[in-house]
């Protein structure tokens, strides 16, 4: 197996220079970290997890409506968004905010998402509970085995609405980590980025109007959502994200008086310390293998997936080693991985692209001899 950096090949230049020509560029900003008036707060990097800044992101607190985000998520796990729910008339009346639904009414699966997303429905996230598990304590139970799933230590719940309980709470660093898993659903993510949308209103013709309670989403460039939360004792709690020139950010408060004011300044702060680089769309790495042993002596190999990574603006601009054998032998499977280019931004490992052979080789069969090899090689027969 051969490694070479690649900036001692000078045919493979073109490697090293891909994140320097695809990076997108950030003004220097040497802004101390933001003041913030919420008592537990985090900003992390969507795609990798990465902490950027944080303030008792390890504390246990209550999280009221934000709560939410985990029951969208255990609900898109267990059921189809197009599915019917016939509202149970345990979910009617649940205090706190609501559409005011009707027992026995018919309303899809997404319906209820996009009620209990923007209107934060409490009467919407119990009917979701009851579909999905068939009470309110069994979900409950089911959120807090996906939380375990996610490695979460410090989350539990008791409800899928947020409504005040003792042993219902989180912190905003694993608040944050159920949000970067729920923001990798597609349709999450276009729920909580809508600010206003209509649902039906109980088999009449009229309709609910919703509206994001989410002002993020008017006030800050880019934002996608996410959803925000309040109870008197747990005071206000916000979930936001936003995408900027391919950073993805989420910033979680809780107990935040002026949480607007905070997530505006913990989104600034994290976008102009973190830059984004495109190591590589797909098929635009490609090497020459020799093959030993086959009709023809080469393989093509490649990179087949596209590969991009967000670091702080002052680490090291990423660069590759490229680790591929001498030569292979044949047969060759088109598809087959041969190699692999590591990604490192000084001593850390920041991606890896597999490099597959981009066609087959077919081993030459010993009796043929040579021959029929020269025959084969130039379409003889």
């Not at 255990?74 to 009346?93: E, F, H, I, K, R």
């Amino acid at each position: 197996m051969r490694k070479h950096t690649l900036s001692s090949l000078s045919c493979l230049l073109c490697l090293l220079l891909t994140a320097g020509l695809f990076g997108v560029p950030v003004s220097a900003d040497n802004s101390s970290p933001p003041a913030v008036s919420a008592a537990c707060a985090v900003l992390i990097d969507a795609d990798s997890g990465r902490v950027i800044w944080q303030k008792n992101a390890d504390t246990r607190h209550a999280m009221a409506s934000t709560t939410k985000i985990m029951t969208a998520l255990v609900a898109m796990q267990n059921a189809a968004l197009d599915c019917m729910v016939s509202v149970d008339p345990a979910a009617v009346g649940i205090e706190g905010s609501s559409v005011y639904l009707y027992a026995g009414e018919q309303l899809t699966m997404e319906d209820l998402l996009y009620a209990m997303l923007l209107e934060s429905a409490n009467d919407a996230a119990a009917a979701i509970a009851i579909a999905v598990s068939g009470s309110i304590e069994a979900f409950a139970e089911q959120m807090n085995r996906t939380a375990a799933e996610l490695g979460l230590s410090d989350t539990h719940f008791t409800n899928p609405h947020g409504l005040w309980d003792e042993a219902h709470y989180t912190t905003a660093a694993e608040l944050a980590r159920i949000t970067m898993h729920a923001l990798r659903l597609p349709a999450f993510r276009t729920i909580v980025s809508t600010y206003k949308t209509t649902i039906p209103l109980n088999q009449t013709e009229g309709t609910r109007l919703l509206i994001n309670h989410n002002k993020m989403i008017k006030l800050y460039a880019g934002a996608i959502g996410v959803k925000t939360g309040f109870t008197r004792k747990s005071g206000r709690c916000l979930v936001s994200a936003a995408a900027r020139d391919g950073v993805t950010l989420i910033a979680v408060t809780l107990d935040a008086p002026d949480d607007w004011r905070d997530h505006t300044a913990m989104l600034d702060y994290g976008f102009a310390h973190t830059r984004h680089y495109t190591l590589g769309e797909t098929g635009t790495m490609t090497f020459t293998l020799p093959v030993s042993g086959g009709y023809i002596p080469y393989v093509t190999v490649a990179n087949t997936t596209p590969l991009s990574v967000s670091l702080p603006a002052d680490a090291p601009a990423p660069v590759a080693v490229l680790e591929l054998p001498r030569f292979c032998l044949a047969p060759v499977a088109a598809d087959a991985v041969l190699g692999r280019l590591i990604w490192r931004s000084g001593s850390e490992i920041v991606g890896e692209s597999p490099l597959t052979a981009t066609f087959s080789v077919e081993a030459i069969a010993a009796e043929r001899g040579f021959l029929p090899r020269l025959k084969r090689l130039f379409g003889i027969e």
